[in-house]
């Protein structure tokens, strides 16, 4: 097992990846300091996972909520059936929330942690790789609005993160392409070394090689932890982790979240942002180019559809939280491994980017 810390100002704590995580059911009990503790699952995962989570805490008082899949249920109205849950619980301010799944599970619980009596502790447990290697590590939390993709939404760290590999088992090829893209991320905004470790090892990836995910997973947390310990709020440097994402939040909106998974539009998003700088003679077109083949190899879309307009595309991107008042900010790079905020792009670039 791999154990990488997030050192925070006022605490620190583990990410743990391997194969036998969560058979170390002792060390999840330890986990939940009070009586109660609320799981929190969807439909998919609770058939494989909840039954050993349930027996490894049957010393405390559990209750399990168990939602709808998908990202239509990171939303207000499921926010307020955990609270309720809570009330009827009379959960004090010592219950602990399980979150048992992708980021969908990982971002509402989070939310519900940080909103009950204004916080309360949290454990993520990611059954995707996406929440393996971004949503569970960092403390973002959030549920969305019609509006807008994580609008409403806290800072709220967990206070573990157990990665068992061993679940990727049963997660659909799809959804496993779609978290390579996070992954892909972390090479094209920061390691060049790794983009060029990931072009050799992709395929060992996608047949979920063992020794390749826990490097590749490894690898990304270790980029994670070292950004959210420097910038856990988001005041700088964190914003380059959003390669991609203010043109993959906007397409995901305009879709009304059900078109393209999250890591499809930010494969989506990362292309279109490489192009971009492209455009704009900031980086070289031969790195937008490496970076499409990549995510291509990795199965993931690299282009818009025909039917997302460019001009309400563009108006969904205006409402991204990077945005200051009013004016956007997009994360644009330099070649492979060198993001950075750029503000004032002109829309007439993005437009032309965006209309392909
Ligand atoms: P998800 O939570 O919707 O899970 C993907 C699908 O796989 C779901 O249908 C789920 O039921 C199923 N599933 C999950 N684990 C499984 C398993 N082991 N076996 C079988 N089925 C399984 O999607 P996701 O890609 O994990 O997360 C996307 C969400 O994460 C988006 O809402 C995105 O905004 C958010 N996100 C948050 C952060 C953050 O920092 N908080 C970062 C990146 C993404
Ligand atoms: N996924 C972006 C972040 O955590 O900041």
Redesign the pocket.
Known sequence: MRQIQVSLAKRSYPIRIGNDVLADTAALASLVMGKQALIIT????AP??LPAIQAALQSKTVQTLIFP???QE?NLVRFTEVMHVLAEMKASRDVTLIAL???????LT?FAAACWMRGVRFIQI??????MV?????????V?LESG??LV?AFHQPVAVLADLT??????ER?LK??LA?VIKYGAAFDVGFFSWLEKHVEELLALDETGLTEAISRSCRHKAGVVSRDETEQGERML?NLG?TFA?AI?TEQGYGGF???EA?AIGMCLAARLSAQLKRAPAADAERLGNLLKRAGLPTSLPAELDSEALLMRMKLDKKALSGSLRLILWRGLGRADVVADVSETAILRVLSG
């Open positions: 969807d439909e998919n995962i494989f996972y899949p998908g990202e990171k799944g992708g980021g969908v599970v990982g971002d989070g990611p059954t995707t790789l996406l929440a971004d949503s569970s590590v960092g403390g973002k939390t959030a969305d993709k994580n939404g679940t990727l088992k049963t997660l659909p959804e779609a978290g996070e982790l994402h939040h995901e998974l999250h890591g930010v």
